[in-house]
C-alpha cells in the first residue's frame, strides 16, 4: 500500500477549499502519488485545479447513484476506492460532508480515522498527527496503527499555495453499490454569507450588541473588512442572528486570520472556539472581562462609538491602499 | 411490543393494528449517551502529558445528548413505544444515565468499562453495537452530533456502519412517519441546509436547535431513582478485552496545552484615535490587513 488518495467535496466543477488543502497537504507529506475522488456532475472538471497542485490522478464517478449525496452509497464506493487504489493515507476535509463520510468509511473498512486534524507530518511511513479535543482547550497526538490510515482535516488550518502542475489523468473507477438508502432530496443555501468555519475573518457580537438592529453595526464592520459575521450562544439564543451564528465550544470552531469580538465577555466555552484564530481584537467597555486575556489587541470602550470608528478608519485605511 | 411493518418488508405492509391505522406505531428508541467534562472545565494535563487530569472535574451529560434524548421523548410521547438510553463508561456514568432517566427515558443500559483499559473509536463502537444487539425491534437510535470532549463526531456513523443502517448526522429537524417507516431529516451544512430522506431503522446525530431540552422536574428526578439501569460489560457481551485492546487502530500518544497568546495591548481614550491606532497595529504589526 502506497500513495494518498485525497476525497473531495465538489459542486458544479468547484472543489471545495478544504479538498484543496487536503491535496497540497496531501503532496506535501510526500507519501508517494496523489490521487483525488470526486463525486457528482462537474466531477472531471476539477482535474485542472487539483493538477496544478500536483495530484496526479482524478477518479470520477459523476453519474447517478453518485449525482445526489448518499451517505451510505458513497461510504460503500470510497472503501472500495479504497480497495483498487490501496491508499496508505486517505485525506478527507472536516466538513459536514467528511465528518459525515469518513467515520462511516472506517466503519466499513475497519481503519483508523483520526478526525478534525489540525497537524499532520510523515515521520517515515508513518504520519504524526494532532487534533484539538475540549474544542481547542487541549491538543491530543495521535498515531494510526495499519493501513490505509483515515484523516479528516479541519478547513482553513493548512496552506494551499500556488501550483503548476498538469492537469490530472480522468478516469472512471469501476464501483457498484447497491440503492443508496439515505438520500438528500433538497438543499437550501442559508445566504451569500461566508461560511464561518471557513471564513478568513470575522466580527462576532455578543450580548453587549443590546438588540437584535444593533447588528447592522457588525454587517457594516464586516462589509468592510470582507469578513463573515458571527455571535456568541446567548444572542443565538435570543434569537438576535440565526443558531448559525454561534460560535464556541457548542457551537462553531473557527480558525480565522482575524477574529473581533465585539461586546463579548470571553466565556471559557466562547473562547474555546476562537482560540485558533491567529489575532483576536476585543472591543469592551469592561477593562476586566476576561476575553482581554486572549486578545492579542484590545479597545476599552463603548463599542456603539468604538465599532462605526473602526469602520470609518478601516476604510479610509483600504481605500488608501 | 408490537409494531405494523416492522418485519423487514419495509413500506409496502398495511396497517394492521388500531395504532398504525391512525398513524401511530410505537417506537423502540436507543440514545447513545456520553458522560463529559462540564463545558467551563479548565483543561489540565497529567503531570507527564499523557492524559487529561480529571481530578475535580465536574461531569456532566453531553450537552447534544440532551437533544437527542428529547426528540426521543418527543417521539415516543406521540407516537408511543419507549425510549433506552445506552452508555459505556465507569462508575461515575450513571449519574448521566439517571440525568437522562430524570428527562423521562424509560431505562437505560449500561456497559461498563471494567476490564476495557483502551479503546478507540471503533472498539467503543463495537461495544455500543453489542449492546444494541442484545434486543430487537430498534426503530432509531439517537445520538449528539459530537461528544465536547473528544469532539471527534465518529461514533454516530460508525455505529451506523457496523449496524448496517442508514444514518443522518447535525440533524436540525425531524419528522418521522412511524407506519411508513420513513425519516425526513433536515441537517446543518455550511452555509446550507439539507434535507435527507432515508428508511427505518437508522442512526440519525442531533444538533443545537433540533429542539430545546425539557429540564428535568422533581417528580421526575424522583422516579429515575426507581428506573431500571441494567448494567452489563464488554465481556458479558461476548467481546474480548485483550481483542479489542489489540484491535486499537487510533493510539492516543499525549496531549500538550494550546501556545500560550500573547500578552495582549489594549487601547484606551478617544475611540476615534484608538480605533485609528489598530488599524495601524493590524496593518504592520499583525499585517493581516
Ligand atoms: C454547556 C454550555 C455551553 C456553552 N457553549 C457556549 C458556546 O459555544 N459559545 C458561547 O458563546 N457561549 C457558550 N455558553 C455560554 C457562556 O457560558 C456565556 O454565557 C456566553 O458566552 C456569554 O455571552 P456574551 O459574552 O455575549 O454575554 P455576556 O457574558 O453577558 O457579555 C457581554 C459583554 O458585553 C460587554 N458590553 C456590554 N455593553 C457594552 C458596550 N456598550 N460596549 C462594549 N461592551 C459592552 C460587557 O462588558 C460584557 O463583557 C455555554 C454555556 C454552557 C453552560
Ligand atoms: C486509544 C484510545 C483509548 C481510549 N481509551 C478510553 C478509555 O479507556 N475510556 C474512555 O472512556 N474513553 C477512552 N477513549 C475515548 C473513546 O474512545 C471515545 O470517547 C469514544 O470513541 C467516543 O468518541 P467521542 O468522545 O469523540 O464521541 P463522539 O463520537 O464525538 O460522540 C458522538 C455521540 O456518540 C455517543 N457516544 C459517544 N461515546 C459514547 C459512550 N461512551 N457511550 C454512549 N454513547 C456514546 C453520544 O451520543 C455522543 O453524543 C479512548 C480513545 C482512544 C483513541
Redesign the interface.
Known amino acids: 500500500m502506497s500513495g494518498i488518495l485525497v476525497v473531495l467535496e465538489q459542486f458544479e466543477g468547484r472543489v471545495r477549499r478544504v479538498g484543496l488543502e487536503a491535496c497540497a497537504t496531501a503532496v506535501r507529506l510526500r507519501h508517494g502519488s496523489v490521487s483525488a475522488l470526486a463525486f457528482g456532475a462537474g466531477a472531471d472538471a476539477v482535474a485542472e485545479a487539483v493538477g496544478a497542485l500536483g495530484v496526479e490522478q482524478l477518479l470520477v464517478l459523476p453519474d447517478a447513484p453518485f449525482d445526489r449525496y448518499s451517505s451510505d452509497a458513497f461510504a460503500h464506493a470510497v472503501a472500495e476506492v479504497v480497495r483498487q487504489v490501496e491508499p496508505s493515507l486517505v485525506l478527507f476535509g472536516a466538513t459536514a460532508f467528511g465528518k459525515d463520510l469518513a467515520p462511516r468509511v472506517s466503519g466499513l473498512l475497519k481503519a483508523g480515522l483520526a478526525s478534525d486534524v489540525t497537524g499532520i507530518e510523515s515521520d517515515g511511513d508513518d504520519v504524526a498527527i494532532v487534533r484539538p479535543v475540549y474544542a481547542g482547550k487541549a491538543f491530543q497526538r495521535v498515531r494510526i496503527v495499519g493501513t490505509p490510515k483515515l484523516v479528516s482535516l479541519r478547513p482553513n488550518v493548512q496552506p494551499v499555495g500556488v501550483g503548476e502542475g498538469p492537469a490530472a489523468l480522468v478516469s472512471r473507477p469501476a464501483v457498484e453499490v447497491g440503492a443508496p438508502r439515505a438520500v438528500v432530496t433538497g438543499t437550501e443555501r442559508n445566504d451569500e454569507t461566508v461560511e464561518l468555519t471557513e471564513a478568513s475573518r470575522i466580527v462576532s457580537g455578543g450580548r453587549g450588541m443590546k438588540a437584535s438592529e444593533n447588528f447592522r453595526l457588525l454587517d457594516r464592520l464586516a462589509a468592510v473588512l470582507g469578513a463573515a459575521v458571527g455571535s456568541s450562544r446567548p444572542v443565538a439564543d435570543e434569537g438576535w442572528v440565526p443558531h448559525s451564528y454561534h460560535v464556541g465550544q457548542t457551537g462553531k470552531v473557527v480558525s480565522p486570520d482575524l477574529y473581533v469580538a465585539v461586546g463579548i465577555s470571553g466565556a471559557i466555552q466562547h473562547v474555546a472556539g476562537i482560540s485558533n484564530s491567529k489575532c483576536i481584537v476585543a472591543i469592551n467597555n469592561d477593562p476586566d472581562a476576561p476575553i482581554f486575556k486572549v486578545a492579542n489587541y484590545g479597545i476599552v470602550g463603548d463599542l456603539f462609538q468604538v465599532v462605526p470608528a473602526l469602520t470609518a478608519a478601516l476604510k479610509a485605511h483600504l481605500d488608501a491602499s | 411490543m408490537h409494531r405494523a411493518g416492522c418485519d423487514g418488508t419495509v413500506g409496502v405492509v398495511a396497517p394492521r393494528t388500531k395504532e398504525a391505522r391512525e398513524g401511530l406505531a410505537a417506537m423502540k428508541i436507543a440514545v447513545l449517551v456520553k458522560q463529559v467534562?462540564d463545558?467551563?472545565?479548565?483543561?489540565q494535563?497529567a503531570a507527564d502529558g499523557s492524559a487529561?487530569n480529571t481530578a475535580g472535574i465536574k461531569w456532566v451529560l453531553n450537552?447534544?445528548d440532551e437533544f437527542a434524548i428529547e426528540e426521543a421523548l418527543k417521539l415516543r410521547d406521540q407516537h408511543t413505544g419507549e425510549v433506552v438510553l445506552v452508555s459505556f463508561g465507569p462508575a461515575r456514568v450513571e449519574e448521566a444515565i439517571r440525568q437522562g432517566l430524570a428527562m423521562g427515558a424509560d431505562r437505560a443500559i449500561w456497559v461498563s468499562d471494567d476490564g476495557v483499559a483502551d479503546v478507540?473509536?471503533?472498539g467503543r463502537?463495537q461495544i455500543l453495537v453489542a449492546a444494541l444487539s442484545q434486543e430487537a425491534d430498534w426503530d432509531l437510535v439517537l445520538v449528539g452530533k459530537q461528544a465536547?470532549?473528544?469532539?471527534?463526531?465518529?461514533?454516530?456513523?460508525?455505529?451506523?456502519?457496523?449496524l448496517d443502517w442508514?444514518?443522518?448526522?447535525?440533524v436540525l429537524g425531524l419528522t418521522v412517519d412511524a407506519v411508513g417507516r420513513r425519516i425526513?431529516a433536515t441537517?446543518?451544512?455550511?452555509?446550507?441546509?439539507?434535507?435527507?430522506?432515508?428508511?427505518m431503522p437508522?442512526v440519525l446525530g442531533a444538533q443545537?436547535?433540533l429542539n430545546v431540552p425539557r429540564y428535568p422536574t422533581l417528580p421526575n428526578i424522583m422516579k429515575a431513582k426507581r428506573k431500571e439501569v441494567r448494567q452489563t460489560s464488554a465481556a458479558a457481551l461476548g467481546l474480548d478485552a485483550a481483542e479489542l485492546a489489540a484491535?486499537?487502530?487510533?493510539?492516543?500518544?499525549?496531549?500538550?496545552?494550546?501556545p500560550p497568546?500573547?500578552e495582549?495591548?489594549?487601547?484606551?481614550g478617544d475611540?476615534?484615535e484608538?480605533?485609528?491606532t489598530?488599524?495601524k497595529?493590524?496593518?504592520s504589526e499583525?499585517q493581516?490587513?
Open positions: 467534562p463545558t467551563a472545565t479548565h483543561i494535563l487529561i450537552p447534544y478507540d473509536y471503533l463502537a465536547v470532549d473528544d469532539d471527534a463526531a465518529q461514533t454516530g456513523p460508525l455505529v451506523a456502519a457496523l442508514p444514518q443522518a448526522m447535525v425526513t441537517r446543518e451544512l455550511e452555509g446550507a441546509t439539507q434535507t435527507v430522506e432515508l428508511p437508522a443545537r436547535g484491535d486499537c487502530r487510533v493510539v492516543v500518544e499525549g496531549y500538550q496545552l494550546p497568546r500573547p495582549p495591548k489594549v487601547l484606551t475611540p476615534a484608538a480605533a485609528a489598530l488599524v497595529l493590524l496593518h499583525a493581516i490587513i
